[in-house]
């Protein structure tokens, strides 16, 4: 099996990834996996909600959105299995942000036990970092500015939407002033002042 990034919008798929991708015999994965690599789909592309992807043909290319290996699909690959990296939206922020990848920590809230993404991210901002949050429903930017104020804690706050897409947008504000969120699709980058 091979699990093959798409990038985290359109026209960020590698050479790699779609020599992979033209060559499948059968391909897997979200919508919006499938429709950043379509151009270069030459067999059927089946859409996936659960990603088990133990129950897939041993031949299947899996598309997973951003890089499999930043909150995506490559956890679940198995001894043997093949990733190929994508150009995930960390890349992106960094390159739209002026920032060095090793300022940052990288902390994921989609779909996790948002207490011990709170620890973690004080955790982090207590140690100097620069934290990249890929956010939850539940804990969103204004969850996370409140959180951070009831620390005590006053950063910079800078959302990034729809990265790649024609209406990208990336705002700045501060955890007293968040920026107003636009869209589902967006990450979180928390900087010093």
């Keep these: 099996m091979k699990i093959v990034g798409v990038g985290a919008g359109p026209n960020l798929l590698t050479q790699e990834a779609i020599s992979a991708i033209e060559n ?8 919006r996996a499938i429709e950043l690599a379509k151009e270069h789909i030459r067999c059927e592309a089946h859409e996936i909600a659960n990603y088990t992807l133990s129950s897939l043909p041993e031949d299947a ?4 959105t951003g890089d499999p290996m930043l909150s995506g699909l490559g956890k679940f690959a198995k001894k043997g ?16 942000l002026c920032l060095d990848m090793e300022s940052l920590s990288v902390i994921t809230a989609h779909s ?13 901002l207590r140690d100097g970092k620069n934290i990249f949050l890929l956010p939850d429903p539940s804990f969103g930017v204004g969850e996370v500015a409140g959180f951070l104020r009831s620390r ?15 209406d990208e947008r990336i705002l700045t504000g501060t955890t ?9 699709l967006y990450c979180i980058v928390i900087c010093s002042i």
Aim: glycine share 8%; aromatic share 4%; proline share 6%.
């Design 81 to 96: 299995d093949e990733i190929i990296p994508g150009i995930s939206s960390l890349q992106l922020v960094c390159s739209h």
């Design 176 to 184: 007293e002033k968040p920026p107003a969120v636009g869209s589902d």
């Design 152 to 166: 005590g804690i006053s950063r910079k706050l800078s959302i990034c939407e729809n990265l790649a897409y024609p």
């Design 61 to 64: 290319v899996i598309l997973s």
């Design 24 to 31: 499948a015999t059968v391909i897997f994965g979200s919508r």
């Design 112 to 124: 996790r036990d948002i207490g011990q993404v709170k620890n973690r991210l004080a955790a982090e």
